[in-house]
């Protein structure tokens, strides 16, 4: 059974980082891609950064260059190390994934299984 638990969210003050962890169960991890996404309040959840198998890495605009998404197959965990962080990145941020996929996702739809989710919240 595939298993996703996120970690590493927070309280933290406007331009303060964070790094996001998911920790994934199973035998899939190398051969799949992989996703960050998130959900604010009243809004639909949303690509943030994707990685795949060969670590090509993709983001959407509004965190080019604040975010850095990362894997380390042998610990089958995925990471988001977010610096510069803004309180429009408060949100419920969620890994995803496609169990063997060689792509790099782009929308929530493509997800086979999510993690619970881990709260990020900047003050201004």
């Known amino acids: 059974q595939v298993q996703l638990v996120e970690s590493g969210g927070g309280l933290v003050q406007a331009g303060g980082s964070l790094r996001l962890s998911c920790a994934a169960s199973?035998?899939?991890?190398?051969?799949?891609?992989m996703g960050w996404f998130r959900q604010a309040p009243g809004k639909e959840r949303e690509f943030v950064a994707a990685?795949?198998?060969?670590?090509?890495?993709d983001y959407t605009d509004s965190v080019k260059g604040r975010f850095t998404i990362a894997r380390d197959n042998a610990k089958n965990t995925m990471y988001l190390q977010m610096n510069s962080l803004k309180p429009e990145d408060t949100a419920v941020y969620y890994c995803?994934?496609?169990?063997?996929?060689?792509?790099?996702?782009?929308?929530?739809?493509?997800?086979?299984?999510w993690g619970q989710g881990t709260q990020v919240t900047v003050s201004s």
């Open positions: 995803g994934v496609k169990i063997y996929c060689r792509g790099l996702l782009k929308s929530p739809g493509e997800c086979d299984t």
């Open positions: 199973g035998g899939f991890f190398s051969i799949s891609a």
């Open positions: 990685i795949n198998w060969s670590d090509s890495t």
